[in-house]
């Protein structure tokens, strides 16, 4: 391939059209950095904060403000973090203008502060105290636990109290605030009463903006205090509609990126089939990367642990953490050793004469001419790089662009080694991205458009568009900053190279951390900002003095990609192989006794299904209603409130309300009849919900469904600017309660008022009032040692203005209880998370590396793949059912935020829809490659079957296996079932069983088309298993390793205590051993029928739930799935009886 402009490499020295090449680039660039020296802050303003304290002496003054209200934090571990109210500093930044802003938030407000917390590992007790730069204390929460005994306040005691904190703690005068009267608000603990006041800043608005002042009274004890700044409602969602547009241009940049990444594993595997490439150097770079990406998290681990849940322990802490900083850090590896093997042979073809990349950083490779010239454009480019980013905001600034300015602290370069995040930063970004997007894509793409126009432009603007999600406005901005100097950086490879623009890249990203390490007032941090700079310089600097000691440059010709063995890449499809189609073998018929074994399973496996009916939760769920009509009952609710339900968009969704923690609760105390009696009759947990919404609106409407089809609330949501009364909490409390005695017919003798919560809105008040019932739930006398133990109803609605609405109920549990299951302990973590990473990954990992390191094997290249991706094409078709038939886009519109446009929305589902099609489809396809590798290698091409042209005894054992398998293992999942009723155990949590699809468009299609999906899915899976345990895996002390390891990694986390995991991981050693003995002895090499396991019992199971509900619509679409159970088995039963008829046209059929 003819190259433009090739660097003359035969010498030893620079030929005076290099010289005068690269002095014009050393021109570019000093005057690049010379602008963007006088001019960077005016296109970037930096908002400067004023440190009059270190970070050191805001942790001591945090401790000493907590000693002052009589709190003890002697044994508390503390982090200190610097944090920035980013909500309001852009709204000043944007509706003030910056030296506005610049001077509130360096004066009147806290818009920045450090935030220093005081904890113990597992104990919910903790402190927060926020110190603003100047040292004054500007927030405090002491959070405690709802039991925690205290007073009960009536409202001027709790007022006076939270008024003598402010002026005599916080030093505050009160005559410069004024109180909300509105927003006193109290909250009734089991052994308490809570009180918050808040406080407005007398005579202050930062445009529409009020400085606000809150203050929490727990009991007699002040539990909290925070400064902030209101910002309205409607300009938070006018910035968000404005970063949308962000967000979608980066989801649709995501499109290419994957396309291009997946092209480039391709190639490489490609280019690895037939020996003309090596992963070796891409796994040690990555290695690399890794190494620095896993100590630049460790180096922010004082971060980290500010963001420790003590619900953990504080092992399972450091070990999650370390596990996913590792997991991290392996990921971004990937993303280069993925990319290098297909990307550096089509390099070479496409740069002759260009170094080697695995020669460039050898000691010959740094002396070479080339490395000279690629390191003086490549530090030349990154000046210029700079400059031009500031001359583009700064012109970009008088026809609107914007951008928030940054700080001149960050956290995240403030560490022991705050060098590591500039080398890490710059080396894995120069690494990935040029790799994919230069090294890969120019190539790649002329060769598919053979246009290197197109080659250079394509690649630079798929890479520009990730990173809008940017906050610059408009949201296309930075995509077209960042792919203009993209196209450079494509024409500077073209010329000079790929070691050019890795040398460019690297050095723009360190540099931007090495300049704020530079300007700060520490000596180290100085000290290291130059050091991250000098790792830019120092190849150009070795290579100079090597040049100026040996008078010359090295001698390059062997490092040359043309001296290397020229591959012979061709990236269109390779023609049909001349060899005839694999004939399948004899097939090995099950005997007599086998088949009379499964039909054994299919009667008692029927028997014990019909007889045996261990209860669940959501068993009394019979719905009267479908979708369609919900809708229509919501639409006739919404006219007899004067809503026209037809100029809305609306989403229909059934949603179950019961919450997994108050569901163990209560089965543990009253058992599972009676929580279905309380969901059933007092506490609805099963629910229809018909939104209507318009298209960036805030008001909306939510229409709430009984199952039988009666109205069980309707909720509004207005905008905060919208009119409205102004109640007082007695005016609200008397208009709620008539609502509820009119319309729910509620006895409130038995009810109290546990809390009240009022909010001023600008032109109304609204309130949000919540009430106990006082019968608790759980019959069981509570523990003498805490009286609250119990479970009780709850009500609770909002009166928004004059208007009540958003009723709802809800089982409320004592939160100990709750807190106690949420916790995690060490061994937790290690069966929960370790165990399954391991075993999954472990496992998966290996098999996928086996599986690629022998892509050249005879085995490998005798993969039927056209087949295969025929097989699953019907995975897409089942794909795009659930997609199309299912609940995916009710869902969709029913999480839908108002505060984006709602065509994004669309888009966002539709990039969802394009991104899963190939995952899937490819996923399975590469399962059943690894299954027919494996099986390969394992019993012989000839013994591997297909789904058709078998002989007829292939089908016959299929259509047992299927019928037999399928009724076996629902009779196995109710016999387990009903024996745990006899080992009762705690559980963590519990879930509801409400159905998976009533809410879709049509039950019948997504239940099929589930199926599909997960049939072959699952048919893959358990053969690639199979096969690579038999081929690879012989060792009998291993296999039951790996037994015993699937067992606990199936058991996952779900478990309550000692008792609870081990009846769980016994129950799945039961459910594991039979698939495997089923796979061994039953199954073998009978695809066809585990396809028809898997799918028996997922349509079985479909159907079971549709029948069940007396609505006609349900029924229907359940005969339905019975009839595609039937045509389903159907399929091995005339295969079976036409190749009894036709055995000789059988025989002589391909596998497929």
């Known amino acids: 391939m003819s190259q ?27 005057l690049g950095a010379l602008f963007a020296y006088k001019y960077f802050f005016r296109a970037f303003p930096e908002a400067s904060v004023n440190f009059q304290v270190s970070r050191e002496e805001a942790l001591a003054r945090a401790q000493k403000f907590v000693s002052g209200l009589r709190e003890d934090v002697s044994g508390y571990q503390s982090t200190i973090v610097f944090a920035v109210d980013d909500n309001a500093k852009v709204y000043l930044e944007r509706q003030l203008g910056l030296q506005q802003a610049n001077k509130l938030m360096s004066s009147e407000l806290n818009i920045w502060f450090w935030d220093v917390r005081f904890f113990k590992p597992q104990q919910e007790e903790e402190f927060r105290v926020r110190v603003s730069p100047a040292g004054q204390i500007v927030g405090y929460d002491h959070h405690i636990e709802e039991s925690r005994a205290g007073a009960s306040l009536d409202r001027a005691a709790a007022q006076s109290a939270a008024q003598d904190y402010l002026s005599t703690k916080l030093g505050l005068h009160l005559n410069a605030w004024d109180v909300l009267p509105e927003e006193a608000n109290s909250n009734k603990r089991p052994n308490r009463l809570d009180w918050d006041f808040t406080w407005e800043k007398h005579g202050f608005r ?12 727990q009991g007699e004890r002040i539990g909290g205090s925070e400064e902030f700044l209101h910002v309205p409602e409607a300009w938070r969602r006018s910035y968000q509609q404005l970063r949308s547009s962000n967000l979608f241009y980066n989801q649709i940049a995501i499109i290419p990126y994957v396309v291009l990444l997946g092209s480039a594993l391709w190639v490489g595997i490609t280019l690895t089939k037939h020996g003309q490439t090596s992963w070796s150097g891409a796994i040690k770079l990555g290695m690399i990367v890794a190494a620095l990406f896993f100590l630049m998290e460790l180096n922010q681990w004082q971060f980290e642990r500010a963001g420790y849940d003590t619900h953990d322990s504080y092992a399972s802490f450091v070990v999650l953490r370390l596990g996913i900083a590792l997991l991290s850090a392996l990921g971004t590896a990937l993303m280069v050793t993925l990319v290098l093997p297909g990307g550096e042979p089509l390099y070479r073809t496409y740069q002759p004469n260009r170094m080697q990349l695995s020669k460039a950083f050898t000691m010959r490779g740094l002396r070479s001419r080339e490395f000279f010239s690629s390191a003086v454009v490549g530090l030349a480019l990154a000046a210029g790089h700079i400059g031009f980013i500031v001359a583009f905001y700064l012109v970009g600034s008088r026809f609107g662009v914007w951008a928030p300015q940054d700080l001149n602290y960050s956290d995240a370069v403030n560490t022991t080694f705050p060098w590591i995040a500039g080398v890490a930063i710059g080396l894995m970004a120069s690494t990935s991205e040029e790799f994919l997007f230069r090294l890969f894509a120019i190539p790649f793409v002329e060769r598919v458009t053979k246009s290197r126009v197109l080659a250079v432009i394509l690649p630079a603007f798929s890479w520009s568009f990730l990173h809008s999600a940017y906050p610059q406005e408009p949201g ?7 792919g203009i100097i993209g196209v450079v950086a494509g024409m500077v490879m073209l010329r000079w190279g790929i070691l050019a623009t890795l040398i460019w890249h690297y050095t723009v990203d360190a540099s931007l951390v090495g300049m704020l390490l530079i300007r700060s007032n520490s000596l180290y941090f100085k000290i290291s900002g130059v050091v991250v700079g000098a790792a830019a310089l ?39 192989a001349a060899t005839s189609e694999v004939q399948s073998g004899g097939y090995d018929a099950l005997s ?167 909010k001023k809105r600008p032109r109304r008040i609204d309130h949000t009032l919540t009430w106990e019932q006082a019968p608790s739930l759980d019959s069981r006398p509570a523990p003498a040692a805490n009286s609250q133990d119990h479970a009780h109803a709850r009500v609770e609605l909002k009166v928004l203005g004059d208007e009540v609405t958003n009723y709802r109920t809800y089982v409320n549990i004592p939160e100990s209880w709750e807190r106690q299951q949420e916790e995690r302990g060490l061994t937790r973590i290690i069966v929960s998370i370790v165990i399954p990473f391991l075993f999954y990954a472990g496992l998966g990992l290996t098999a996928l590396m086996v599986f690629l390191k022998n892509l050249r094997s005879q085995f490998a290249r005798s993969i039927p793949w056209r087949r295969i991706t025929f097989w699953s094409i019907w995975a897409l078709a089942g794909y795009v059912a659930v997609f199309a038939l299912g609940n995916v886009f009710p869902g969709a519109l029913n999480a839908y935020d108002t505060g984006n446009p709602l065509k994004l929305t669309y888009a966002g589902v539709a990039i969802i829809a394009l991104l899963g099609a190939p995952l899937y489809v490819g996923g399975i396809a590469l399962l059943f490659g690894m299954a027919w590798y494996f099986g390969s290698r394992a019993w012989g091409e000839e013994r591997l079957p297909g789904w058709s042209g078998m002989p007829a005894a292939f089908y016959r054992d299929a259509l047992w296996i299927g019928v037999g398998g399928a009724a076996g293992l629902f009779g196995l999942e109710h016999l387990l079932a009903a024996a745990s009723e006899h080992w009762p155990t705690v559980h963590r949590t519990l879930g509801a069983s409400f159905g998976q699809d009533f809410d879709a468009i049509l039950p019948f299609g997504a239940i099929l088309g589930g199926t599909v999906l997960r049939s072959l899915l699952y048919t893959g899976l358990v053969a690639a298993v199979a096969s690579f345990l038999a081929a690879h895996v012989r060792q009998t002390a291993l296999r039951v390793l790996l037994f015993l390891l699937g067992a606990m990694a199936l058991t996952g986390g779900s478990w309550g205590g000692a008792a609870d995991l081990a009846q769980q991981f016994l129950r799945h050693v039961i459910l594991l051993s039979v698939l495997a003995l089923g796979v061994r002895y039953v199954m073998r090499f009978n695809i066809l029928g585990c396809f028809l396991i898997v799918s028996g019992t997922s349509l079985l199971g479909g159907a079971a739930e549709l029948l069940a509900q007396p609505d006609s619509f349900y029924r229907a679409n359940g005969y339905a799935v019975l009839l595609a159970v039937v045509l389903f088995f159907a399929w091995p039963l005339m295969a079976w009886r036409m190749g009894d008829r036709k055995s000789a046209a059988s025989a002589a059929g391909s596998p497929l």
């Open 476 to 482: 296309y901005i930075r995509g077209i900053e960042v």
């Open 538 to 576: 120092a190849p150009l600097a070795l290579a100079c003095i090597s040049y100026l000691t040996r008078g010359g440059f090295e001698t390059a010709e062997d490092l040359l990609n043309r001296a290397a063995p020229a591959p012979e890449i061709d990236l269109t499809s390779e023609p049909a």
């Open 592 to 758: 007599p006794g086998m088949v009379a074994f499964l039909a054994v399973c299919l009667l008692a496996g029927g028997a014990l299904a019909w007889r045996l009916k261990p209860p669940s939760i959501g068993d009394y769920l019979k719905l009267s209603i479908d979708a369609r009509t919900a809708r229509a009952h919501a639409d006739q609710v919404m006219r007899q409130r004067g809503v026209d339900p037809n100029t809305y968009y609306h989403a229909v969704v059934f949603v179950n309300n019961a919450d997994p923690h108050a569901n163990e609760y209560l089965r543990e105390r009253i058992g599972i009849a009676e929580v279905d009696a309380i969901y059933s009759e007092r506490v609805p947990a099963a629910l229809w919900r018909v939104r209507y919404f318009r298209d960036s609106q805030p008001e909306e409407f939510a229409v709430i469904l009984k199952p039988d089809g009666s109205l069980h609330s309707v909720w509004h949501k207005l905008a905060e600017e919208a009119p409205g009364a102004s109640l007082d909490k007695d005016q609200a409390v008397a208009r709620a309660e008539e609502f509820l005695r009119r319309e729910k017919k509620l006895d409130l003798q038995g009810w109290s008022l546990v809390g009240d919560e009022s």
């Open 206 to 217: 930062a445009k529409d903006a009020p400085y606000r002042l809150q203050v929490t009274v």
């Open 4 to 30: 433009t402009g090739r660097l003359h490499v035969a010498g030893d020295r620079l030929t005076g059209s290099d010289k005068r090449t690269l002095l014009l680039w050393v021109v570019v660039g000093i």
